[in-house]
């Protein structure tokens, strides 16, 4: 069975601009997660996903970070506008269901210059 | 906010070793998970424990549910070369709650001496 596909693997771009990331969760999974992962650190959940909707967006920078799962399978994440503390690697995670654990992608790792 | 302890930091240690961490928790968690993460890869899930006082065991891996539900440990037998990674443990409060509401460890780096 396929994995959790995340793109691109390596992204730099400069403070104050844009960046999106793309995830392909393990087909059939209706949960998805996307969590950031600064250096030293563990994952921190950014927002969850039921299907193409929300069940946990607390942890989210809204003024500046945006995510959507339009059709219930393929998700986005967006930066806009970066800033250098963004600088993370961010990993998308999908479960079949909620209370079952879920497998991670290999994740993004941006460095924001 | 609920918080985790992991330590030690890192570890180096010689092939054949065996190996402990652990993580420790003021909150009550009623899962407890560990990961491990090699370099460029996601977490991958090695023992899950769900029940208080829970022993478990991965092949040389064995992980323990404190009995408090405040701590839980990781012991790794005869450590070998691709022992070598980031181990995290995970916490998660509540009842049928979901990945979503996992707490971190900051993880404990682990060298292998060949």
């Known amino acids: 069975e396929a994995g959790v596909a995340q793109s691109p693997r390596y992204k730099i771009i400069e403070k104050r601009q844009s960046v999106a990331f793309w995830c392909n969760p393990i087909?059939?999974?209706?949960?998805l997660y996307w969590y950031q992962q600064i250096l030293g650190q563990g994952p921190k959940l950014l927002i969850q996903f039921q299907n193409n909707g929300v069940v946990d967006d607390s942890q989210l920078p809204k003024d500046r970070f945006s995510a959507e799962r339009l059709k219930g399978v393929d998700s986005t994440l967006k930066i806009q506008p970066a800033k250098l503390e963004d600088s993370a690697v961010y990993l998308c995670?999908?479960?079949?269901?909620?209370?079952?654990?879920?497998?991670f992608g290999q994740g993004t790792r941006l460095t924001v210059v | 906010g609920q918080q985790l302890n992991q330590s030690p930091q890192s570890m180096f240690i010689q092939e054949g070793e065996d190996v402990s961490m652990n993580c420790t928790s003021s909150s009550i968690f009623n899962t407890w998970l560990w990961y491990k993460q090699d370099p460029g890869e996601g977490p991958v899930l090695l023992i899950a424990?769900?029940?208080?006082?829970e022993l478990t065991s991965n092949g040389r891996l064995t992980a323990q549910f404190g009995i408090t539900r405040k701590d839980s440990f990781l012991n790794i037998s005869a450590s070998i070369p691709s022992d070598v990674g980031i181990y995290f443990c995970?916490?998660?409060?509540?009842?049928?709650?979901?990945?979503?509401?996992?707490?971190f460890g900051k993880g404990t780096k682990l060298s292998v001496k060949p």
């Open positions: 424990l769900y029940k208080a006082g």
């Open positions: 087909s059939g999974h209706a949960t």
């Open positions: 995970a916490g998660r409060g509540g009842y049928g709650g979901s990945q979503g509401n996992l707490i």
């Open positions: 995670a999908s479960s079949s269901q909620p209370e079952v654990e879920a497998f």
